[in-house]
C-alpha cells in the first residue's frame, strides 16, 4: 500500500454530509457552553462530530458509544485521582487501566478507545473534582444528542440509488453472462475464449457481494428514519430480487464451470445444445425485465412479458454430451423455477 493509499480514501463522503456535520459540531459547542460555563465544551464538540454518521441508526449506535466511553473514561480519572492525585504519571495509569476495563467488559473498539481518551482528556485538562467529571459526561450527551437531531432534520440520508444501482448491475451481468454461455454452445470457443468466459462468470460473485452489502445498508438507514415509511416497500421489492438472483448466480457460474470442463467443439452440432441456448436467451431476457433495466428488448411490445414460460423437454443426447448437456439440463431447470417466483 502507498502513502495515498493510506490516507486517501476510495469514495469521499458527501458535502452534505460534511456540512451536517460542521453544523451539529458548532451547534453542540454553542449549546454547551451556554450550558456549563466552565470549560471549552471540547467533549460536547468532538460527540457532535462523531455522531452524525451516514445514517440516522448508526448516529444512535455512535451516540451511545460515545456516552458509554465517555461515562466509563471520566469514571476512571476521577478515581485515580482522588486516589493519586495530579501526578503525570497517573495519565499513563489511566489509560492503561482504561483499556483493561474495556477488555474485561467486552466492550466494542470504539467503545474501548473512547474511555481510554476521556480518561486522558479528563486528567490532562480537567481538575479531580467531581463535579467536574459530571459537566463532561453533560457534555457529552448533549453533543451526542445535537448530532442525533442534527441528523434527523437535514435530509436523513437514504442510500437506495446506490443499492438499486448496484442490483441493476448484478442483474445486468447476471443476464450478459447467460446470454455468452449461449453463445458458446451454438458457436465454437477457443481454449482461450472459455477461459475468458469462466472468469466473466466468476466476477457474479463479487457483484452479488457489492448488492448485498449495498442493499444492508440502506436497510440500515431505514431504521429510525423519519422517511421510511414512503420506502419501505421498494427496499423490500428490492431485498426480494436479490434473494431471487442469487441462486441464479450459483446456476450460472456451475453452467459455465461444467462447459468450460466438458467442452466440446461438437456440442454445436447437438439439437439439444441449441435449444438449451435459446431457453438461456430468453432467461437472460427475464433477469432483465426482472431487473428493471431499461434495454430489455425495446422494439418487440412482447418484451415486457417473460420468455421462459414453460420447461424445455428435450431428446436423449447423443452418448459423448450426456452428461453436459443433463447437467445444463438441471442448473436450467432450477433457473426457471426461480424466474417463475419473479413473474
Same mark, same amino acid.
Given at each position: 500500500m502507498g502513502l495515498a493509499d493510506a490516507i486517501r480514501a476510495s469514495k469521499r463522503p458527501s458535502l452534505l454530509q460534511v456540512g451536517k456535520a460542521a453544523i451539529a459540531?458548532?451547534?453542540?459547542?454553542?449549546?454547551?457552553?451556554?450550558?456549563?460555563?466552565?470549560? =471549552?465544551?471540547?467533549?460536547?464538540a468532538i460527540a457532535a462530530m462523531l455522531v452524525v454518521q451516514?445514517?440516522?441508526?448508526?448516529? #444512535?449506535?455512535?451516540?451511545?458509544? +460515545?456516552?458509554?466511553?465517555?461515562?466509563?473514561?471520566?469514571?476512571v480519572a476521577t478515581v485515580l485521582s482522588l486516589a493519586f492525585g495530579d501526578q503525570g504519571w497517573v495519565v499513563i495509569l489511566a489509560i492503561v487501566v482504561?483499556?483493561?476495563?474495556?477488555?474485561?467488559? +467486552?466492550?466494542?473498539?470504539?467503545?474501548a478507545n473512547q474511555v481510554a481518551i476521556s480518561a486522558m482528556l479528563v486528567l490532562a485538562l480537567g481538575s479531580d473534582s467531581p463535579s467536574y467529571a459530571f459537566a463532561r459526561v453533560v457534555e457529552t450527551v448533549i453533543g451526542a444528542a445535537i448530532g442525533i437531531v442534527v441528523n434527523v432534520l437535514i435530509v436523513p440520508p437514504l442510500p437506495l440509488a446506490p443499492a438499486r444501482r448496484d442490483l441493476q448491475l448484478l442483474g445486468g451481468e447476471l443476464a450478459a453472462s447467460l446470454d455468452? =454461455?449461449?453463445?458458446?454452445?451454438?458457436?465454437?470457443?477457443?481454449?482461450?475464449?472459455?477461459?475468458?468466459?469462466?472468469?466473466?462468470?466468476?466476477?457474479l460473485r463479487p457483484m452479488l457481494a457489492s448488492a448485498e452489502a449495498s442493499i444492508l445498508a440502506a436497510e440500515e438507514s431505514l431504521m429510525l428514519?423519519?422517511?421510511r415509511s414512503a420506502h419501505r416497500q421498494d427496499l423490500a421489492d428490492q431485498r426480494a430480487l436479490l434473494e431471487r438472483l442469487s441462486p441464479i448466480v450459483t446456476q450460472v457460474i456451475?453452467?459455465?464451470?461444467? #462447459?468450460?470442463?466438458?467442452?466440446?467443439?461438437?456440442?454445436?452440432?447437438?439439437?439439444?445444445?441449441?435449444?438449451?441456448?435459446e431457453q438461456l436467451r430468453r432467461a437472460s431476457h427475464d433477469v432483465r425485465l426482472a431487473a428493471h433495466l431499461a434495454d430489455v428488448e425495446p422494439d418487440p411490445p412482447t418484451s415486457v412479458i417473460p420468455a421462459l414460460t414453460s420447461h424445455l423437454v428435450v431428446p436423449s443426447p447423443k452418448s459423448n454430451h450426456w452428461i453436459l448437456i443433463g447437467s445444463l439440463l438441471e442448473d436450467l431447470r432450477r433457473i426457471h423455477e426461480e424466474l417463475a417466483d419473479l413473474e
Open positions: 459540531t458548532v451547534a453542540a459547542w454553542v449549546a454547551a457552553d451556554w450550558v456549563i460555563d466552565d470549560q =471549552l465544551p471540547v467533549f460536547a451516514p445514517s440516522v441508526n448508526q448516529s #444512535l449506535g455512535k451516540a451511545i458509544e +460515545r456516552s458509554i466511553g465517555v461515562v466509563g473514561g471520566v469514571l482504561s483499556m483493561g476495563l474495556a477488555w474485561a467488559m +467486552r466492550m466494542t473498539a470504539g467503545t455468452r =454461455l449461449a453463445g458458446a454452445l451454438v458457436g465454437t470457443r477457443t481454449p482461450g475464449q472459455l477461459a475468458g468466459l469462466m472468469v466473466e462468470a466468476r466476477l428514519n423519519p422517511r456451475g453452467m459455465t464451470r461444467a #462447459l468450460v470442463d466438458r467442452y466440446d467443439p461438437t456440442i454445436v452440432e447437438e439439437p439439444t445444445a441449441a435449444a438449451i441456448a
